[in-house]
């Protein structure tokens, strides 16, 4: 049995190490490594639970805001507060917005060179690492694909101007704040981005759609390269008025045909496999998190967490699973075209929610009091999957804070039974050609959109 | 400590492309391979291009390298700029020679960090260093590793940041993370997690922001890159945008000095000091210069988190060792008023 370390997988948010045991050219055991800890559960002890809607956003530049929106109702849910109808709409474009803005960027600009050379990138290899080796042309048009790169940069401003004109600023919005929303926009404001929102969809059906069909026709083998056999897991997300989620949560466990309610009281977080103190897997409302980089027996700074012991596996295709939109093969690329799909979706959602802003009554936010003591939970979805924030508060102090993101899911190590993770388990048996140029395990990384910063916090 | 910004510095191996002037005369690419904009020029990336094989800029390339390295970083700094609308940024990044970057490059693994470290060599005194995100040091600095060289080795932030920085033309602290320490040196993280400046005992060009507005970050590594002196202010931040505060510059001004304060986040039109803004403490041109061209924290109702300021989210009285007054008051908490 040989080994390689990819480290660091790039094209991704921030910094994976993989370790790969291969025999006969296929990869035998997978570790996910997540190798950045800056604590910001940690950083919210003590403060003013309503500074998380901030603080919590800085866990990711790439999907802040499902992190503001979750921070937001965890406080709203331990303070007794229902929000607005229109802040509901506003969180709700602001959100599907980043989606869309993320699912963009996560296929244009961070898979398609593990495919296509000649894109747009920084960092190209150099000639004689001859990408024809790995990247075979296989029909795909190269010159379409980097025009289409570019206008994907181009609408995923458009998803960051409706960002901005309802929430101040993006990356790190300010206009989540707990108790509702900021936006003030004029009809014409609103009649601007229903424009931009019909041009994003427009581009998603079209161009976005075209590209993630034709990359799956070009690479038939990751149809079923990639699956991760693990259960699939969502939260559910954008509420309509009667509080139902335009996208479904729920559970769909290995070998079932159709979801269940996921119960996530039984979520538990191991340490087995993290490097903080050794405990007993815990619920993240009370679970900690302190740093302990010497435990030789630990390998990432993600948390293993498992639903009822189950890992699992988040994000689009889960979605599109639990919601019952997709069945059959779950590998790379039903990844990539739920991506696809969902971004048609969501584009769709905020034409109809702007125009639900513009009849909605204003609704000018309170500024909610923090209560003495209280606990709540926020539960949504980010780009990449569930996502969960759990926030305590005592002497109207935070006193703990828990988060549990999309990639710790999906990219979580070994728990204490030695279970691996979703992505771990992915790659199992993924025919490696060549080990100097690892491409099918990067393709099969990618295709889960990682977002380790997220993972680890 | 020496001024980053002394005139002449970067002598060598100077950008040859002015990526500013192309958003001046409004020059967009859409539609077009990354090359097209040096066809006219006879380069071997028009050759490539010509060719129809693929690109690859950085051979026989002249300009300046860039070598962006990400610490304990949330990415929003290059998602900032990943969103630049003027110069639009599929015009702008094909323009840098960005040898190294990991939320964008090709290459991964061992042959990526041996090339981040070759060249830092080949090019010692010659190439700028972007740094965001904080730095964890000493004891904690195995709280973030950034990868593994081909001989097997394993290099910390701290490391690889140092001896990145000892060898660079100019760093670049890229966001509050790298400027001033932010959000992850604040309250458990203190003392743990440190700035650029802290980390290598190097002053850098300061862009703060959280993140820093895609303005910033363009123009001040374009002045860099075309060897032009940046006018810089006491703390190494651009004159240009941050010599007046959110403040001094918001369209709600005139509500404040008629102390005309909202109640709630979301007020149309005045002053949001009373829930919480602190656009007194934080230095930017944000609320003219504005996000995507469209608007602000402020315009948008919500009260600045100071973003920009040392003193973001916990108070930072000093940095480098000088006093920096009220901007260093502690941001947080983010809806509580100042003290009149």
């Known amino acids: 049995m040989a080994t390689l370390v990819i480290d660091p997988v790039s094209r991704l948010e921030g910094h994976l190490r993989l370790e790969i045991e291969y025999e006969g050219g296929a990869v035998v055991r997978a570790r996910s490594s997540g190798t950045s800890f800056r604590g910001l559960e940690n950083v919210m002890r003590g403060r003013d639970p309503r500074d998380a809607a901030q603080i919590t956003q800085r866990i990711c530049g790439v999907c802040p805001v499902p992190h503001g929106r979750a921070a937001c109702e965890a406080f709203e849910n331990a303070a007794g507060l229902t929000v607005s109808p229109l802040a509901r709409l506003v969180r709700n474009v602001v959100q599907a917005a980043n989606f869309v803005d993320s699912h963009l960027l996560h296929f244009y600009v961070l898979s398609l060179p593990d495919y296509v050379a000649g894109l747009p990138t920084a960092g190209a290899w150099p000639p004689d690492r001859a990408p024809a080796a790995w990247r075979a042309a296989r029909r795909l048009d190269a010159g379409l694909l980097a025009a289409h790169a570019a206008e994907a940069l181009r609408w995923r401003r458009a998803c960051q101007e409706i960002v901005v004109a309802l929430a101040g600023k993006m990356p790190h919005a300010t206009g989540l704040v707990p108790g509702g929303a900021t936006a003030v926009p004029s009809a014409a404001t609103l009649a601007d981005l229903r424009v931009l929102a019909a041009g994003v969809g427009a581009f998603a059906r079209a161009a976005y759609a075209d590209d993630a069909r034709a990359l799956a026709r070009a690479f038939p083998e990751y149809a079923g390269i990639g699956a991760s056999g693990a259960a699939f897991l969502a939260h559910g997300s954008f509420p309509h008025a009667d509080g139902s989620p335009l996208l479904p949560g729920g559970l769909v466990l290995p070998g079932d045909a159709s979801a269940r309610t996921a119960d996530v009281s039984l979520v538990r977080e191991s340490t087995a496999s993290a490097r903080y103190a050794a405990g007993a897997p815990a619920h993240p409302s009370v679970g900690t998190t302190e740093p302990a980089p010497r435990r030789s027996d630990a390998y990432s700074w993600v948390k293993a967490p498992r639903l009822s012991g189950h890992p699992c596996e988040v994000g689009p295709l889960a979605r599109a699973v639990v919601s019952g939109r997709h069945s059959g093969a779950a590998g790379v690329m039903a990844r990539h075209v739920a991506r696809q799909r969902e971004s048609v979706t969501l584009a769709g959602a905020v034409e109809s929610w702007l125009d639900q802003i513009a009849a909605a009554p204003p609704a000018p936010s309170a500024l909610p009091d923090v209560p003495v003591s209280g606990a709540g939970v926020g539960l949504t979805e980010a780009p990449r999957g569930a996502l969960g924030h759990w926030v305590t508060i005592e002497a109207s102090a935070t006193s703990h804070y828990g988060v549990v993101s999309p990639t710790t899911w999906n990219a979580s190590p070994r728990d204490e039974a030695g279970v691996p993770g979703p992505m771990e388990r992915a790659l199992e048996g993924v025919r490696v050609a060549d080990p100097a140029d690892p491409i099918e395990v990067v393709r099969v990384v990618h295709s889960f959109d990682p977002c380790l910063q997220c993972a680890v916090h | ?340």
């Open chain 2, 1 to 340: 400590m020496r001024r980053p910004d002394g005139p002449g510095r970067d002598s060598a191996g100077m950008g040859r492309r002015e990526f500013l002037r192309l958003s001046a005369c409004g020059l967009t690419v859409i539609g077009l391979p990354v090359g097209c904009l040096r066809e006219d020029e006879g380069t071997p990336a028009a050759d490539h291009l010509a060719s129809g094989r693929p690109v690859s800029p950085q051979f026989s390339d002249a300009r300046t390298p860039v070598l962006w390295v990400e610490a304990g970083t949330c990415t929003g700094c290059a998602c900032s700029l990943l969103g630049s609308r003027l110069p639009p940024v599929e015009v702008l990044l094909p323009d840098v020679r960005l040898e190294f970057q990991e939320t964008l490059m090709e290459r991964f693994g061992a042959p990526a960090v041996d090339h981040l470290l070759s060249l830092a060599g080949a090019a010692a005194g010659r190439f700028v260093l972007v740094v965001d995100g904080a730095i964890p040091v000493g004891a904690g600095a195995s709280l973030t590793t950034l990868g593994v060289d081909g001989r097997g080795r394993d290099y910390t932030a701290a490391e690889l940041v140092t001896q990145l920085a000892d060898r660079a033309a100019r760093v670049v602290a890229l966001g509050t993370c790298a400027a001033f320490g932010g959000i992850p040196s604040s309250g458990a993280g203190a003392g743990m997690y440190v700035s650029v400046a802290e980390a290598t005992g190097r002053m850098p060009l300061r862009v703060p922001g959280c993140p820093p507005n895609p303005q910033w970050i363009s123009a001040a590594l374009g002045a860099l890159l075309r060897g032009e002196a940046l006018e810089l202010d006491e703390l190494g931040r651009p004159m240009a945008f941050f010599s007046s505060t959110v403040h001094e510059l918001c369209p709600r001004l005139g509500s404040f000095r008629n102390r005309d304060f909202a109640t709630a986040p979301g007020d149309a039109v005045r002053c949001l000091r009373q829930v919480g803004c602190k656009g007194q403490l934080a230095r930017g041109d944000c609320p003219i210069r504005l996000w995507q061209g469209r608007s602000s924290c402020v315009k948008a109702g919500s009260p600045c988190v100071a973003c920009t300021a040392p003193g973001f989210p916990d108070a930072r009285p000093t940095v480098d060792g000088r006093a920096v007054g009220e901007e260093g008051k502690a941001a947080s908490p983010f809806l509580r008023p100042l003290p009149l």
